[in-house]
Nanobody, 115 residues
Framework: QVTFVESGGGLVQPGGSLRLSCEAHNDIFGTGIMGWYRQAPGKQRELVAIITSSGNTNYGDSVKGRFTISRDNGENTVDLQMNNLKPEDTAVYYC?????????WGQGTQVTVSS
């Protein structure tokens, strides 16, 4: 069972930046797809960004050009740098891993963008 330690959420003003970090445990380093999804109140969980073990990335349309995902296979971590944050980015952000056809989820970290 893969587990995660997520950090970096919090309250930030519009236009500000935050960096989320996620470390996977009980896992084989450098395997599978890792990334972040988010869920706002009353909405479905949606893709933020994912990254393969070789570094290929995919971003949700609403975050392209503002967020950057990175991965350290040696540390089994995935980070999300979020810039120019908007109130509509407010959500619980979940670390994610997909390997051998199974999805694993973190417990989530709250990001609130408000003045």
């Amino acid at each position: 069972q893969v587990t995660f330690v997520e950090s970096g959420g919090g309250l930030v003003q519009p236009g500000g930046s935050l960096r989320l970090s996620c470390e996977a445990h009980n896992d084989i380093f450098g395997t599978g797809i890792m990334g972040w999804y988010r869920q706002a109140p009353g909405k479905q969980r949606e893709l933020v960004a994912i990254i393969t073990s070789s570094g290929n990335t995919n971003y949700g349309d609403s975050v392209k050009g503002r967020f950057t995902i990175s991965r350290d296979n040696g540390e089994n971590t995935v980070d999300l740098q979020m810039n120019n944050l908007k109130p509509e980015d407010t959500a619980v952000y979940y670390c994610y891993k997909l390997k051998t056809g199974r999805a694993y989820w973190g417990q989530g970290t709250q990001v609130t963008v408000s003045s």
